[in-house]
């Protein structure tokens, strides 16, 4: 197996940043009500963190990119108890497989890839860890 990078940046440029939205692009509503998206972009400042998948392995990707702009980006309600906190440490995990398939941060962000009835899809799931409150 070929090495997969994930972070596409060092974490420590935006490590401690205020986080000012989340946003997601291409959203697929689920039948229980959640969303999977085509890319997940964590505002920071005038940058911001994109998590996105890798199409050939399903593997994430977190890189740092200009804030999102055009249509199709939306804000995800789920995260607005993340907004105006810092970013901290983060994470990516390794299934026994070797495959670097989920991302997580200490604000409780965690991504991974999607699936899609018993299809694997190109999204990525979003879900709040644990309650904040």
Sequence with gaps: M???VSFRFDWDEVAHEQVTDVLGLDATVMDDGSARWG???ICVGTT???VT???DTDQ???ARAALPSGSGWERIPSFDFAVAKPLGWSWIGINSQGYKDSFRDCQDFRVWPGIMGNKESHYVTTQRTCHTE
Aim: glycine share 0%; net charge negative.
């Design 60 to 62: 994430v990707i977190v």
């Design 53 to 55: 998948v890798e199409p």
């Design 48 to 50: 911001a963190v994109v």
């Design 39 to 41: 890319s997940v972009a």
């Design 2 to 4: 070929v090495e997969h």
